[in-house]
């Protein structure tokens, strides 16, 4: 590892498999950089560490489904690279600036396939994902829009996102942007936000958590 990968994995060392003796490159992104692409070659496995991407596909209907947003430590290319894919199946793109770490997979493939520490890991994220997959494609189907919003303004807040993507969380939600807005609007005439300078602000904590129930989006 060169001085500033090092310094970037020493920073995350705590939260991510064992790496030393792999030949691991960094790379920092930018807002709306795109991070993997459907159909393209899976060359990397990547481990993001810092900032904030979204999960998208694209549909037989030709519509694009928003499936997931990242944030913490995630993995990229560990499904594809688990079931010996040889394409990433998914777009991902950043929404803010952040840094990942990168493994390339022509030189050490075989060695990360062989490394029973580094399975484990990918693993454990794997079902990590399939669980939080299965847990929102449950609350999209049996709880109305205003609730599931609700939790995620709650989770928006715990994670210090001031700034609420409409048309992204409108994907997320698996509703219309006008219906997104007019639930908006009803929790801000109910006193539950504010809308200031183009923001939501989070005012009655209390009445969002009693909205949301056990609807959560950690």
Same mark, same amino acid.
Request: proline content about 3%; glycine content about 6%; some cysteine.
């Given at each position: 590892?060169?001085?500033r990968?090092?310094?970037?994995?020493?920073?995350? #060392?705590?939260?991510?498999? @064992?790496?030393?003796?792999? @030949?691991?490159s960094?790379?920092r992104?930018? /807002?709306?950089?795109?991070?993997?692409?459907?159909? $393209? @070659?899976? &060359?990397?496995?990547?481990?993001?560490?810092?900032?904030?991407?979204? #999960?998208?596909?694209?549909?037989e209907?030709?519509? #694009?489904a928003?499936?997931? $947003?990242?944030?913490? =430590?995630?993995? =990229?290319?560990?499904?594809?690279?688990?079931?010996r894919?040889?394409?990433? &199946?998914?777009? =991902?793109?950043? &929404?803010?600036?952040?840094?990942?770490?990168?493994?390339?997979?022509?030189?050490?493939?075989?060695?990360?396939? /062989?490394?029973?520490?580094?399975?484990a890991?990918?693993?454990?994220?794997? /079902?990590?994902?399939?669980?939080?997959?299965?847990?929102?494609?449950?609350?999209?189907?049996?709880? @109305?829009?205003?609730?599931?919003?609700?939790?995620?303004?709650?989770?928006?807040?715990?994670?210090?996102?001031?700034?609420?993507?409409?048309t992204?969380?409108?994907?997320?939600?698996?509703?219309?942007?006008?219906?997104?807005?007019? &639930?908006?609007?009803?929790?801000?005439?109910?006193?539950?936000?504010?809308? $200031?300078?183009?923001q939501?602000? #989070?005012?009655?904590?209390?009445?969002?958590?009693?909205?949301?129930?056990?609807?959560?989006?950690?």
């Open positions: 590892m060169d001085a990968t090092y310094a970037l994995w020493r920073k995350h #060392v705590d939260k991510l498999p @064992p790496l030393e003796g792999y @030949p691991v960094s790379h992104f930018t /807002a709306g950089e795109q991070l993997a692409s459907a159909g $393209e @070659p899976l &060359t990397n496995l990547c481990f993001v560490v810092e900032g904030y991407a979204t #999960v998208h596909r694209m549909m209907n030709g519509r #694009v928003l499936l997931r $947003e990242y944030q913490g =430590i995630q993995c =990229i290319g560990e499904l594809e690279f688990l079931m894919y040889p394409t990433l &199946t998914c777009d =991902i793109r950043a &929404t803010t600036a952040g840094a990942m770490l990168c493994i390339p997979l022509d030189e050490v493939g075989e060695k990360l396939a /062989a490394d029973a520490a580094i399975l890991f990918l693993g454990r994220e794997v /079902a990590r994902k399939l669980e939080r997959t299965s847990r929102l494609a449950t609350q999209d189907r049996l709880y @109305p829009v205003s609730a599931r919003l609700a939790a995620y303004l709650l989770y928006a807040q715990r994670n210090r996102q001031q700034d609420v993507h409409l992204r969380l409108s994907e997320l939600m698996g509703t219309s942007y006008r219906h997104l807005l007019r &639930t908006l609007r009803e929790f801000c005439d109910a006193g539950w936000l504010t809308h $200031e300078a183009g939501y602000r #989070v005012l009655d904590a209390e009445a969002l958590a009693r909205m949301a129930g056990q609807i959560r989006y950690d």
